[in-house]
């Protein structure tokens, strides 16, 4: 089992109404217009995590399992690795429903996308001073 965490921040715009992604950005502000986006101000993106995780996650027979935790809230998605991956970026990372691959993208193919987010964790996160913490699972 390889595993990592990228920790990050809410802000008031969480909104998390886009269905085909969720996003993280170290960025230290939020637009309403980013409705994928689930944090700010992330410790991490694509290029930072770990090498074994990037390594692992460039596989087709890759299952990724991801977590959002926020307080004693928690949202559980599970992705796929994908040979075409770079996870070049240093701002962003993007899980997605679709195999659409960019530098920003961590996996692909995932069950879920932030529109499937509790409200209840997107109401904790719509706050600035609440830290998520996002763990970066592959068996």
């Known amino acids: 089992m390889v ?3 990228v920790t ?3 802000h008031p715009n969480v909104r998390s ?3 085909k992604s969720i996003e993280l950005t170290k960025d ?3 637009t309403p217009k980013g ?3 689930i944090g700010i101000k992330a410790n991490k993106a694509c290029t930072d995590l770990e090498e074994s995780i990037r390594r ?3 596989s087709n027979s890759v299952i990724v399992k991801i977590e959002v935790i926020v307080e004693d809230e928690s949202f559980i998605i599970k992705g796929r690795g994908d040979d ?3 996870m070049l970026n240093p701002h962003d990372i993007v899980i ?3 195999n659409f691959v960019c530098p920003r993208t961590m996996s692909v193919m995932c069950d879920k996308a932030s529109s499937d987010m509790p409200r209840e964790l997107v109401r904790l996160l719509q706050h600035q001073e609440q830290k998520g913490i996002f763990r970066i699972t592959i068996e």
């Open 3 to 5: 595993q990592d965490e």
């Open 8 to 10: 990050f921040y809410g």
């Open 17 to 19: 109404l886009h269905s």
């Open 28 to 30: 230290g502000y939020l």
């Open 35 to 37: 409705d994928c986006i």
């Open 56 to 58: 692992g996650l460039k």
């Open 84 to 86: 075409r991956l770079t």
């Open 96 to 98: 997605r429903r679709t």
